[in-house]
């Protein structure tokens, strides 16, 4: 057999155990990644007396972890590109765990925001490097459909926090340290939410580095290496096979001195024909969908919770949902702290939300084995506009949840798809690093819309949503133009 690509290696050898191995690992990768992300919205609640949060620390407190994730994106994907995709992924994985772990103790609110945003710094690594690690042990044909799969981790991410705070809300744990520091149950539950992290972590390093990396530094013999480990797992010989490997020129990694000029040089790459029009079209794109399912999403579950009984708009819950009271004036002052409520009494709509993301993901898979993929993404966005649309007038209770959850469920399962049209439009050694620097430009979407609906939903409510349904009109005309 003549040398190959690594790609045709990978099929030719055929998908087996090996995948499903990593698959597992990307799996609890991810789902750590969105556990992480979300328990914020439950935190926000359960602190809020303890802390006495006004809307502002609330709103602090959920973008301090996507403001980490921001910083640290833009060079992380150089990292990945240099030293190797399970390296970093590793090491993020340690980081984020290790200082989780050290937030959960915080006494006040402004040094647990500082700690979250430091595990944000680890965290935009495992989030962004997972679907790359993930895409490069399986081939081209592959990757759309196990990349949609493998997102189910977010809709088991989104049930495994309310169901975690379910099972601790109840007992009211508190275990008192000093008279004035107590171990309340909310910090159990950021301790808890760390599971899947773990799990992920001691499967990254059982596992091989991808073959791709390899071959794009020049390690022919390690790729090779590896893919006599895919052949093993999968219960075949790789010299049976015959598969040689061939060299990519353009795989070749370009030094310079230093680390933040070769960064600089590599990022000006990206913004250069013939990938500047791919790269900024799913930039903006994937931007469009961390704002809305991200940004908004992440209060879902505080709007939520509210009594939702009766025939009410969106807009006209939002203004009685105590989470939004803001304390009396008094000649033109705040009298007293602000109102405070730090229970969670509806955490199944949280549930039915974690749902709607298994539904949707079972929904696009079955999609891409009859639309091309930039099709799904296009009618995904244009069902979430129209739902958007919906809540300026929808009033009655069961509607009005289906289409909230789904005007952030639908653009949200397409975050990895998209991702892996970025993935396949780009040559192996921009991957990592336009990966991760999309990733965290996209997050200043996130950040952009949780602080839009934490500082502003409550001024004008019906300005706000349909801010959220305008870019999701323009993601539509853009997701267009995406490459097949």
Not at 65 to 81: C, E, R
Not at 343 to 362: K, R, V
Request: aromatic share 10%.
């Amino acid at each position: 057999m003549p040398a190959v690509d690594v790609d045709t290696a990978l099929l030719t050898i055929g998908y087996g155990f090996a995948q499903v191995i990593i698959f597992v690992v990307s799996f609890f990768t991810y789902m750590y990644s969105v556990s992480e992300s979300m328990s914020v919205s439950y935190i926000v609640v359960l602190t809020s007396c303890e802390f006495a949060t006004t809307k502002e620390e609330k709103t602090l407190l959920a973008d301090s972890l996507l403001g980490g994730m921001v910083v640290s994106g833009l060079f992380i994907g150089f990292l990945a590109d240099k030293y190797g995709r399970k390296y970093i992924l590793r090491l993020a994985l340690i980081g984020a765990l290790g200082f989780s772990s050290i937030s959960a103790l915080m006494p006040e609110l402004y040094s647990l925001s500082v700690l979250r945003m430091i595990v944000g710094l680890f965290l935009s690594g495992v989030s962004s490097l997972q679907v790359g690690f993930l895409t490069e042990f399986h081939a081209p044909q592959w990757r759309p459909l196990v990349v949609t799969l493998c997102s189910q981790s977010v809709s088991t991410a989104l049930i495994y926090c309310p169901l975690m705070t379910m099972a601790i809300q109840p007992h009211s744990i508190s275990v008192n340290i000093t008279s004035d520091y107590h171990m309340r149950g909310w910090r159990f539950l950021m301790m808890i939410v760390q599971i899947p992290g773990w799990i992920a972590l001691l499967g990254i390093c059982l596992v091989p580095e991808t073959p791709h990396f390899y071959m794009s530094v020049r390690r022919d013999q390690e790729a090779t290496e590896v893919l006599k480990w895919i052949c093993r797992m999968n219960r075949k010989n790789l010299e049976d096979l015959d598969i040689f490997l061939t060299e990519d020129p353009r795989a070749t990694i370009i030094s310079k001195e230093g680390f933040f000029r070769n960064m600089l040089y590599e990022m000006t790459r990206l913004f250069r024909k013939p990938y500047v029009g791919t790269f900024m079209i799913c930039l903006m794109v994937i931007f469009g969908l961390f704002f809305t399912s991200i940004g908004m999403g992440i209060w879902f579950p505080i709007i939520r919770n509210m009594d939702n009984s009766g025939s009410h708009r969106l807009c006209d819950l939002v203004e009685n949902n105590p989470i939004f009271h803001a304390p009396p004036i008094i000649n033109g002052t705040e009298a007293g702290p602000p109102s405070c409520h730090d229970e969670m009494t509806n955490l199944i709509d949280p549930i039915y939300y974690g749902l709607a993301y298994m539904g949707c993901f079972f929904l696009s898979s079955l999609l891409l084995q009859c639309l091309i993929r930039k099709n799904v993404i296009t009618l995904h966005i244009a069902v979430a506009f129209v739902l958007g649309i919906s809540l300026n007038f929808l009033k009655q209770p069961t509607l009005v949840l289906v289409c909230f959850t789904g005007m952030m469920v639908m653009p949200g399962v397409l975050i990895p798809l998209a991702s892996s049209v970025l993935i396949d439009a780009l040559p192996i050694h921009l991957r990592g690093k336009a990966l991760c620097m999309v990733r965290s430009l996209a997050r200043l979407g996130a950040v952009g819309g949780s602080t839009l609906v934490g500082l502003l939903i409550r001024v004008s409510c019906d300005t706000t949503l349909n801010l959220f349904n305008v870019y999701l009109a323009v993601c539509v005309i853009l997701a267009i133009f995406l490459p097949k």
